[in-house]
């Protein structure tokens, strides 16, 4: 039933051309190099799935025992039961495991394979950490009776040291020394990752030279990938971020899915992720919780927090105890009335994340060295969270040229908005009419 089977394998063996498998070779006829090849396979394998089983010495020790009168009046009374393993000879075993010895079970198709597997060389035998072990080929013959060359085998095994065959890797504080012999660090580099700024990450470097590509971040990219993610934007994740290896895709599924379940468009997800990774880091719980409470001081709706957030994706981030702050800051100590600051908040949501020094230092400059009122403060929220120097210099240098008109129905307007956007160069030839180098005098005498 077998000859149709392994016609095309007899065949290929009962040429007289040498016969190689891996580094095991078989010198000898045709049908007793297959015979041999498949009973030791079937044995090896045998040999590793059977059960260990505590051995009892049953002549030295029982058998003794059993001849004495005290032991036969105990035997009736606890009826021990020893566990005696019946003695088997390799004949038995063979003929156990091959009913017919001239007829033994087929040889499987993938033989080739198998022999790999038991009797490939683990080194490369002309490089220098091979040299000092020898070729497990040079010690089976196909004239050895199965029980001797299974227990070659073994013998061998033995005393292979595996540690000889792996090459030492030199100790370092960083990665870069094991890029080269790392499969994972180099497909991390090729996908962009900057293992510099990963591994200042306290526990990353040890964690990504454990972890398998296929394995742990293959599926990873793949996951990131459907949700519209670029490749250069997945590599920032990994670098700010790296212990996003560490989620089940279940978990990123559920982080990501949470701001698509509240009508997030998802180009602006995959922004907020990108300008932010350490987004991931926290739990649809903890997310929830605080724009809830950022929606609740600012009497913000839901279409206005949405903005907020993709405008400034840092706000999800900032610690809720600072952001109540500015809402102190700004309805109690600068005295500006809810509504303002809601109003105030939807056009320029960097309020948010500003710090309360920055506001005060801003306001206090507009308010009492300009003059201006609250009205006209609130029309140009982003000057409040401009940088404070920048707004003394620029307003100073133009109240001193007489440039600067904050009345939007006189000529001349000047936004305070429009004054701190752009470079020195712009605002000097759009409102202070002047060359950029006698602005910086100006600013050298102050």
């Known amino acids: ?19 190689t498998i ?16 498949r009973l030791l396979i079937y044995e090896l394998r045998r040999d590793t799935h059977r059960p260990k089983q505590k051995t009892v010495k049953f002549r030295e020790e029982i058998l003794p ?5 005290g032991w036969q009046i105990q035997a009736r009374k606890c009826k021990p039961k020893l566990p005696v393993e019946k003695e088997k000879t390799v004949g038995s075993s063979l003929q156990h495991q091959f009913p017919s010895a001239t ?3 087929p040889l499987p198709d993938n033989t080739e394979q198998y022999l790999r597997e038991y009797f490939a060389e683990f080194a490369n035998p002309a490089s220098s950490i091979s040299d000092s072990i020898t070729p497990v080929s040079s010690l089976l013959s196909t004239n050895q009776s199965i029980p001797k060359s ?13 540690n000889a065959l ?6 370092s504080g960083n990665l870069a020394p094991y890029v080269y012999s790392s499969y994972t660090l180099r497909q991390m580099v090729r996908l962009g990752v900057d293992l510099s700024k990963l591994e200042s990450i306290p526990g990353a470097a040890n964690m990504l030279v454990k972890l398998d590509f296929h394995q742990s971040i293959e599926p990873v990219i793949w996951k ?9 934007q997945i590599a920032r994740l990994f670098t700010v971020f790296p212990k996003v290896l560490r989620l089940n895709l279940e978990e990123i599924d559920t982080r990501i899915g949470y701001f698509l379940q509240h009508n997030f468009v998802q180009t602006d997800v995959v922004q907020m992720f990108f300008k932010h990774p350490t987004i991931l880091e926290l739990s649809p719980v903890d997310v929830d919780r605080q724009l809830a409470s950022i929606q609740t001081v600012f009497q913000l ?17 900032h610690p809720l105890g600072k952001t109540k702050d500015i809402y102190v800051v700004l309805s109690k100590m600068m005295g500006f009335s809810n509504e303002a600051v809601r109003q105030m908040v939807c056009q320029n949501a960097t309020l948010l994340v500003t710090e309360r020094n920055r506001l005060a230092q801003n306001f206090l400059f507009m308010h009492s060295r300009l003059n201006l009122p609250l009205e006209r403060i609130q029309q140009w929220p982003t000057v409040l969270s401009s940088a404070p120097h920048l707004l003394s210099q620029r307003a100073t240098f133009l109240v001193r040229r007489g440039l600067f008109q904050p009345d939007p129905t006189k000529p001349l307007y000047t936004p305070l908005s429009e004054v701190m956007n752009g470079d020195d160069a712009h605002f000097c030839e759009r409102f202070a009419l002047v060359d950029e180098d006698q602005y910086n005098v100006f600013l050298k005498t102050l």
């Open 103 to 105: 007829h033994p079970p």
């Open 166 to 171: 792996i090459p030492h890797l030199p100790q």
């Open 301 to 317: 709706s839901a279409d206005e927090l949405r903005k907020s957030v993709v405008a400034v994706p840092r706000l999800i981030l």
């Open 224 to 232: 990131l990938h459907g949700y519209g993610f670029s490749l250069e």
């Open 65 to 69: 025992n059993l001849r004495s009168p």
């Open 150 to 162: 299974t227990s070659i085998l073994r013998s061998w095994f033995r005393e292979l040291d595996l």
């Open 22 to 37: 891996g580094s095991f070779q078989l010198l000898s006829s045709a049908a007793h190099q297959e015979n041999y090849s």
């Open 1 to 19: 039933m077998y000859a149709a089977k392994y016609h095309n394998f007899r065949t290929a063996l009962s040429s007289p051309m040498r016969c």
